[in-house]
C-alpha cells in the first residue's frame, strides 16, 4: 500500500544517514590522522639557510646573532659561545616538535614552534656560564633537553 512505500522509503533514508555519519566519521578520522602526520612532519629549515649550520656570528663591534635549532631531544650549538659585554640577537626554530628555549636564570625565554623563528634580543655583561632548558613538553625525553650557554 502507498502507506507501506512511505514507511520504507522512510527506513532507507534513516539507513542512509546511518552510513553517511559512520562513514563520514571513519573518513574524519583519517584526516586527522593524516593532520597530526603533517605537524609531526620536519619544518622544512633545510631550505633556511640561516639554519644550515646553527652557529653565533659577529654582525658588530659588540653584536652578535645566534642560530639556534631546539630539535628532539638537544639544541644546536651546543653549548651556545658568546663574547662578554655583547648584544646578541637569538634566532631560534624547530624542525620537528614544539620547544622552549630558556636561559635559566634569565628572563630569556621563549616557544618555539616548528617552521617558525622566535626572535630576542639579549645583553651578557660577565664571562659566565648559563643552563638552556627546554620547557615545553616535546616527548619521552624532554626532561634531558637541556644545553649550555656560554659567556665568555
Ligand atoms: Cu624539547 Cu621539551
Not at 624547530?94 to 616548528?114: A, E, K, L, R
Request: glycine fraction near 8%; charged fraction near 20%; include cysteine.
Amino acid at each position: 500500500t502507498y502507506e507501506k512505500a512511505w514507511l520504507a522509503a522512510a527506513l532507507v533514508l534513516i539507513v542512509g544517514f546511518i552510513v553517511t555519519i559512520t562513514y563520514g566519521s571513519v573518513g574524519l578520522g583519517i584526516s586527522m590522522i593524516d593532520d597530526s602526520e603533517e605537524v609531526m612532519s620536519p619544518g622544512d629549515i633545510s631550505e633556511d639557510d640561516r639554519f644550515g649550520e646553527p652557529r653565533v656570528e659577529q654582525v658588530g663591534e659588540n653584536e652578535y646573532e645566534a642560530y639556534v635549532v631546539a630539535r628532539t631531544f638537544i639544541f644546536q650549538p651546543d653549548p651556545i659561545e658568546v663574547p662578554a659585554n655583547s648584544e646578541v640577537t637569538f634566532y631560534v626554530t624547530s624542525p620537528d616538535v614544539i620547544h622552549g628555549f630558556s636561559v635559566v636564570g634569565t628572563n630569556t625565554n621563549t616557544m618555539v614552534i616548528p617552521g617558525e623563528v622566535s626572535t630576542m634580543t639579549v645583553e651578557f655583561d660577565e664571562a659566565r656560564e648559563y643552563g638552556v632548558i627546554c620547557h615545553e613538553y616535546c616527548g619521552s625525553q624532554h626532561h634531558t633537553m637541556e644545553g649550555k650557554l656560554n659567556v665568555v
